[in-house]
T-cell receptor
Framework: NAGVTQTPKFQVLKTGQSMTLQCAQDMNHNSMYWYRQDPGMGLRLIYYSASEGTTDKGEVPNGYNVSRLNKREFSLRLESAAPSQTSVYFC???????????????FGAGSRLTVL | GQSLEQPSEVTAVEGAIVQINCTYQTSGFYGLSWYQQHDGGAPTFLSYNALDGLEETGRFSSFLSRSDSYGYLLLQELQMKDSASYFCAVRDNAGNMLTFGGGTRLMVKP
């Protein structure tokens, strides 16, 4: 029972470099999410995918792109990393929106990204 | 959009009861959720209220009043392991986005 798996766990980038965070879930969930969490703060939604084949912007989408590769996988890409994107990134999944299970998010362990 | 307010920090002693409040503003309402996050860990789901009233899960209970746009998480018989951050969250009117509050850091002292 892996749940939600994110890679990498840690990454250090230089300003301007690109990278992709990978996320996969094995719970057959329809919806997937990418959040960022800055020190001492709550979770802010970057992008989400309500179902396979759809993606939508969250609160803080600038500087990011996403791909819902299939039902299991949802990746987050930083095309040109900036120091302001230093954060901990969490991927999550849930049942489809509109169902009570949509409020039960299962999170991955997080990816700690530092941009120098 | 959605906005949620909760206290930034709460301190309590082991064995006591603590209540963490959450007020929200949202254009549509699909339920109030609570999550726990230990330092360095991932958030984990605790409870969910879609309707007014109290939901109990062991030592934890969650309350919702939709008319007051208010809810709280009640932790009883506090244990040291309950020291963590607690987040309330609401879902948007399309039922797709879950927005989190800033979190309440609970410190349990012996």
């Amino acid at each position: 029972n892996a749940g939600v798996t994110q890679t990498p766990k840690f990454q250090v980038l230089k300003t301007g470099q690109s990278m992709t965070l990978q996320c996969a879930q094995d719970m057959n969930h329809n919806s997937m999410y990418w959040y960022r969490q800055d020190p001492g703060m709550g979770l802010r939604l970057i992008y989400y995918s309500a179902s396979e084949g759809t993606t939508d912007k969250g609160e803080v989408p600038n500087g990011y792109n996403v791909s819902r590769l299939n039902k299991r996988e949802f990746s987050l890409r930083l095309e040109s990393a900036a120091p302001s994107q230093t954060s901990v990134y969490f991927c999550a999944s849930s049942e489809r929106g509109g169902s009570s299970g949509a409020n039960v998010l299962t999170f991955g362990a997080g990816s700690r990204l530092t941009v120098l | 959009g959605q906005s949620l307010e909760q206290p930034s920090e709460v301190t309590a002693v082991e064995g006591a009861i603590v209540q963490i409040n959450c007020t929200y503003q949202t254009s549509g309402f699909y339920g109030l959720s609570w999550y726990q996050q230990h330092d360095g860990g991932a958030p984990t789901f605790l409870s969910y209220n879609a309707l007014d009233g109290l939901e109990e899960t062991g030592r934890f209970s969650s309350f919702l009043s939709r008319s007051d746009s208010y809810g709280y998480l009640l932790l009883q018989e506090l244990q040291m392991k309950d020291s963590a951050s607690y987040f309330c969250a609401v879902r948007d009117n399309a039922g797709n986005m879950l927005t989190f509050g800033g979190g309440t850091r609970l410190m349990v002292k012996p």
